[in-house]
């Protein structure tokens, strides 16, 4: 069974701060994608790492897939409520995504 | 992309009862999937489900608690047969359109009593 573990699991910071959610597995995925899931609704795609050691930037976010392709960090840069939300990291297999245990975001204004 | 609507948003239905769940996608698409999420927690794959043929399901769920149509490319349902409160939890339909993105529809909350 492919384990995916997140952490913090939650996170509670004041708007303006840094900060960094990390995504861990002993599997190794053909790509590794990040989600934010907002009350009420499914998760939306935020990014999708393929190459073992790319880094990826989508404004403020920072997205890191490991060189062994089986970890991944999300750094997020002078947070703002809007950030506020469920981030799930995914590694994908067999056309089948296993979600990780998803970290609960809350940003403080 | 694809827009996907599920159909009920919400239920309240009592033990040993059946509930089916419609998924609804604008556009054709190559795989459909259903999941089970509690509130606030991860997303659980419960099947693919596979248009024309039986539904490919995940360890822990068999089809005669969990039976899926796909009828064709844009629609699919899941059905939650016999409820228990243990079912309760939100139940999330996604697709892909040949990519490794996944698009969800806003997920259907279930509450057994």
């Known amino acids: 069974t492919q384990l995916l573990e997140q952490s913090p699991q939650f996170l509670s910071i004041q708007e303006g701060e840094n900060l960094t959610v990390y995504c861990n597995s002993s599997?190794?995925?053909?790509?590794l994608q990040w989600y934010r899931q907002e009350p009420g609704e499914g998760p939306v795609l935020l990014v999708t790492?393929?190459?073992?050691?790319e880094v990826k930037k989508l404004k403020r976010l920072t997205f890191q897939f490991g060189d062994a392709r089986k970890d991944s960090s999300l750094h997020i840069t002078a947070a703002q409520p809007g950030d506020t939300g469920l981030y799930l990291c995914?590694?994908?297999?067999?056309?089948?995504?296993?979600f990780g245990t998803g970290t609960r975001l809350t940003i403080i204004p | 992309s694809a827009v996907i609507s599920q159909k009920p948003s919400r239920d309240i239905c009592q033990r040993g009862t059946s509930l089916t769940i419609q998924c609804q996608v604008d556009?054709?698409?190559?795989?459909m999937f259903w999941y089970r999420q509690q509130p606030g927690q991860s997303l659980t794959l419960i099947a693919t489900?596979?248009?024309?043929?039986?539904?490919?399901?995940e360890s822990g769920f068999v089809i005669d608690k969990f039976p899926i149509s796909r009828p064709n490319l844009t629609f699919s349902t899941l059905t939650v047969s016999n409820m228990s409160p243990e079912d309760s939890s939100i139940y999330l339909c996604?697709?892909?359109?040949?990519?490794?993105?996944?698009?969800f529809g806003p997920g259907t909350r279930l509450t057994v009593l």
């Open positions: 599997s190794v995925f053909s790509s």
């Open positions: 790492v393929v190459t073992g050691g």
């Open positions: 995914a590694g994908a297999s067999n056309e089948k995504l296993t």
């Open positions: 489900a596979n248009q024309g043929s039986e539904a490919t399901y």
């Open positions: 556009s054709q698409v190559t795989m």
């Open positions: 996604s697709a892909t359109t040949g990519g490794w993105e996944q698009f």
